[in-house]
Structures are given as C-alpha cells and as structure tokens.
C-alpha cells in the first residue's frame, strides 16, 4: 500500500509540474509588437483592415484621436508645466482643461457620456471615453494618447481614414466599430508631421466614405499627401497656426450631424473658433477650411 500511495503521488507531482509548465509558456508565447510597431493598449483590441466590420446602418460612429499636450516629448513651445505633462490627462490642456475634449464635450447638453475607461500609465492610450448623442443613434469614441505616443497616435488616426485600423466598444452589450468603420474620425493634438516623417503611407483598402477633421497646427500642408492617399474627404483642417480645443471640433461635428453642407462644417467650426479665442470671423476662416 506504501507503494502505491508513493507511486500516485509521485505522478500527481510530475503532472502538476507539467501544468504549470504549460501555462508559463502558453503565458509568455503571446504575440510582441515588432520593432517598430506602434504599441498596443490595454483598452481594447486592435485589428488590421482583414477584420473590419461595420455598424448597421442606423449606427453612426466618430472617433476622435487625441494626442495629450506634452511638453517633455513634443516639439511644441511650452505651455504651463500641469497642462504639458503628456501622461496626466486629467489636467491636460486638450483632455481635462475646460476646452479639453473630455471636459468640454462632458458639459454638452447633447452628449451623454456613458463610458469612461482608464489604462495603467505607460499604455498607450491613457484613458478612453464612449458619448452617445442624446437624440440620434450617434456614438463619439476619443481616445487619449499618452503625449509621447504621438506618432503612433498620428499613425492609427491615418490607419482609421482609410480603413485600415479596426476598432471597438462595448455598449450597452453590443459592439459599437469604430476605428475604421467610423464615418468621422477627427485628430486634435500637437502636428507631429512637422517634427517627423512616417515610414509609409495608408492607402484606402475599401469604398467606404469616411470623413476627416484635423485640429493641428498648419494640418493641410502636412498632413494632404497623406489624407489623399487614404481616400478620406477633408472636412475641417488648418492653414496655419492654431489652438487645438475642443469647441471647434463641436461646431464642426454639429454641422455633419445635422446634415448640413459638407463645407459647413468648417464655417461653423470658424465661427466657434472666433467666439472663443476672440478674434474676427474673417481670420478664423482664413484658418479653419474646406478640403
């Protein structure tokens, strides 16, 4: 009976050690980003163009990409070191300051803000919130990326123009796509272009019609080569100079929601932009164009 009370356990010991053999290694076999790669993020999934879905079509989606002010890792002209810290979007000037977009779509009597997601820091995404406009069927996804994820921030809103980014949110238990089965994805944040060059371009993989809004420093001259290439139609960027906060990109969304002309968008988002920052109308339009 000893023997055979030593001989079971004995197995029972090799077979726990082989377990656990297999979950350390089916743990540390995941997939890594290649060299090179933009990083992944904690939120959610990202996917390429093979795995796109679309919503139905009573869905419309906008997805905002939001690069955090940084002064430490931007070629930007320094701002007060609390709304320049690029991994505190809390206090960030285009996140949690008034203008931010999270605190100024939040105050929106349009807008209910039904999701708030936050990462650990390092992610590249810092923290992602889902609003859903109050009487359409109209979900608005922005995501903040940590400052010093600029260029990957820049790659994934191209990748999402001309469909080659995949995305989702989970809503109220269905799948809302966003990503590149967004109708408007818009970028609000420092240009990077200006600073960089990306390793390639983001060729349209479908017919979708997809609408782009660039709320960045002289963004028609840096970022055209690349938007024509993605197929995306140019609503609202920028000819010069400019302060990237959130109420111009409202009045712009509020035209294409309301279906007004396609070259709408940018007037409105003008006149928001000279009611705020207090300069004429004529500037601002000089500044916020059409294609």
């Known amino acids: 009976m000893e023997i055979k009370y030593f001989q079971i356990s004995t197995y029972m ?40 879905q679309h919503n139905p079509e009573n869905i419309r989606v906008i997805h905002i990409f939001v690069s955090l002010c940084d002064n430490k890792y931007q070629g930007i002209v320094p701002v007060p070191a609390k709304i320049g810290n690029g991994q505190d979007p809390a206090n960030n000037l285009y996140w949690g300051c008034g203008y931010g977009v999270k605190t100024f779509f939040s105050a929106q009597k349009t807008w209910q803000l039904i999701s708030v997601k936050k990462s650990e820091p390092g992610s590249l995404i810092l923290e992602r919130l889902v609003f859903k406009y109050k009487t359409k069927e109209i979900y608005l996804v922005a995501d903040a990326y940590d400052g010093k994820e600029i260029k990957s921030c820049t790659i994934n809103f191209l990748k999402s123009c001309s469909g080659n980014f995949s995305d989702s949110v989970l809503v109220y238990n269905k799948h809302i796509y966003c990503g590149g ?111």
């Open 13 to 52: 010991h090799k077979l726990y050690l082989i377990l656990l053999y297999l979950l350390i290694t089916a743990g540390c076999n995941q997939p890594q980003a290649k060299p090179g790669e933009p990083k992944t993020n904690g939120i959610r999934k990202q996917t390429t163009a093979k795995t796109v």
């Open 181 to 291: 089965a967004s109708e408007i994805i818009a970028y609000v944040g420092h240009d990077g272009l200006m600073d960089f060059s990306l390793p390639g371009t983001y060729k349209a993989v479908d017919t979708k019609k997809r609408e782009a809004m660039i709320f960045a420093c002289i963004s028609k001259k840096y970022f055209a080569q690349h938007i024509k290439k993605t197929g995306a139609t140019p609503v609202v960027w920028t000819s010069g100079l400019c302060s990237p906060e959130a109420y111009s990109l409202s009045a712009a969304l509020k035209s294409r929601i309301e279906n007004e002309a396609i070259e709408n968008a940018a007037v409105r988002s003008a006149e928001a932009y000279s009611k705020y920052q207090k300069c004429s109308l004529r500037a601002a339009q000089r500044l916020l164009v059409f294609n």
